[in-house]
């Protein structure tokens, strides 16, 4: 036997059996891009990231950095890393941001190109992960065993052939029965809307189920227990593996964190590095700094209401822009040209292109080459005034130099560093406001709250506990993605189950938002379910039933950036950024309507769904200032001013 427990004969069966696979899940590629989409162009029918590409053209940002950036002299590409081939075979992170890639229908030979491609990339694809499939298939007749019980029947076996034969007496989770055509519904039902397909599978399975994912046999794992149980095993078990799709995988390079084993001494290196570079005395560097920009960015924005009150505001392209300057200022000295603001998009367009030589890939992998060149040159600019008298530091480019980091690492880590701060921070500043309206009635009360504890707080972001409150309502309620995808070459034990090696596992948060043993009444709109109960002696005790109920509910119940060795560890400053937009926000405009057609007939906000939730380009607000603007100088309301003054500081 292999280690992988095949035969040489059962080997065969496998491959003839992928064969097959590829062809019926060609066939239902094809009748799918034919009948589902009429065959758009040959593009859309080759990448399932299309469905990510709902931008609108015509919501091109509106404010733009340009005016305040220093442009950087192009520099000729360098070349870029590869991902570093892993120990065993294993398939291998995020967006939206680019206009959409509608085009009109094709007719004659472009039909058939469309359909033709569709098939072979979806034939091959099947293939190729057929063959690395687990030699155990998953099932959809298991039976949950209690965690408990299954501890205590292994602890009372010896040896390691009794270890064995326990673990292999346990069921695996329970799922649908699997086939081809079954595996790529799943994968494709995932990418459409992944929110839905989470709270169906849970409904109907429970909270650990099988499924298909990215075309791979995949364990979803949610509920605080079984989460505890994920990140107790995680090394012991060897989940520490990343398993990102392969065009993910290449673009995110050998020198992205996702693409480390989290037991690999370069892994260990960079949380170290992160550490430093998103700990507590980082924050008080780049809050100030934040603040200042959003200062001018509010300021503005109120500026351009005031020309045009009845004119709908489009936040998502906006604040995606302002993000990616923001992060760009404090990961690499420097804004962005609105040509890197525009190669950034690319670069996120191409992550989860369904082959590596679908267009949106290919552009991508250029994008980023030009990316890594320009922001070399930013980094041999750092390093030749580093150390002359005076001259201020860099934290972020200090911890990866004296880390003994080499300079191409440094330039790659400054383009992924931009690239994971910005997206799903724009997404958090605009799903806060539009959240706040589930409040009902309730919202001009909630409006005054948070205004008045920003005054009396004096602008501490970190400390504002209502204001926070919204922020993770907005997170647990419109959660931005699902967990990392890992696996392991050993089959495990997890939550009373057996994962087959090779087998990939999630820890999705999703289904503990919804869990009301965590979260009382989980679809309510609650903030106070994070702000402590029991008053100190300037702070009452609070009356709402809620209020503190979502605290200190153990570990595995609140992750909104992943668990383990590859949580992200930038989620304190995305909090402090949206607690800080929030506070402005509503400093500056009293109420806001929607508009603009990224709402569906029922007047719900239209999403991009995948990688990360965020609501589409051309969803608008029509905002209303308040009689007299002011915006926060540090004491939440600070002073009130012009307009004109806010820009110039007067």
Known sequence: MSASGLTDGRRASHRTQAVKYGVAAGATAAMIVYMVTGVANAEAATSLSAATATSNARTAPRFSADARVRAV?????????????????????????????????????????????????????????????????????????????????????????????????????????????????????????????????????????????????????????????????????????????????????????LNMDSNGEEHQLLRRVFRDIFGPKAMEQYLPFVEEEMDVYVADLLERVKKDPEGPVYLVPELRTFSLNAFSKIFSEEGLTDEQVQLFDTYNTGLLALSKSAKPFVAAKEALATLVSDMRGRLDKYKARRDAPGSPQNLVLDAYIEAGCPDEQIATAMVLLIWGAYIETASLLVKSIVTMDRAGPEKEALISSILAESAEKEANWMQLRLTQGVVRESLRLNAPGGGGFRDSDIDFELAGYRIPAGTVVTADPRIGNRDASLFPEPEKFAPERWVPASGDATEPASKCPFAGSALNRGMGSWFPGGIGAHQCPGVPLAEAVGTMFLVKFLTAFKSWRTSGSGLTKAGDVKYVQVPIKIPVDDFGLVLQPRAQEGVSNGSGFAETRSPEALVTGA
């Open 73 to 257: 002299p192009p520099i000729a590409p360098g070349a870029i890393p590869e991902a570093r081939p892993v120990a065993a075979p294993h398939t291998s992170r995020t967006t939206d941001a680019s206009p959409s890639m509608t085009a009109a229908p094709a007719r004659g030979p472009q039909a058939l190109f469309a359909v033709l491609a569709a098939a072979a990339a979806a034939a091959a694809f099947a293939v190729w992960n057929r063959l690395r499939r687990p030699a155990t298939p998953l099932s959809s007749q298991a039976i949950h065993v209690p965690l408990e019980e299954c501890r205590i029947a292994m602890a009372a076996t010896t040896g390691e052939s009794s270890m064995s034969s326990a673990l292999e007496s346990l069921p695996v989770p329970p799922g649908p029965k699997q086939g081809p055509i079954r595996n790529l519904r799943d994968s494709i039902s995932y990418l459409i809307n992944p929110d839905r397909f989470i709270a169906t599978r849970t409904d109907r399975y429970g909270p650990i189920f099988s499924t298909y994912l990215f075309f791979r046999p995949t364990v979803v794992v949610g509920g605080q227990p079984a989460v505890a149980d994920f990140i107790a095993k995680e090394k012991k078990a060897k989940i520490t593996r990343s398993t990102l799709p392969p065009t993910f995988e290449e673009l995110h390079t050998a020198y992205g964190s």
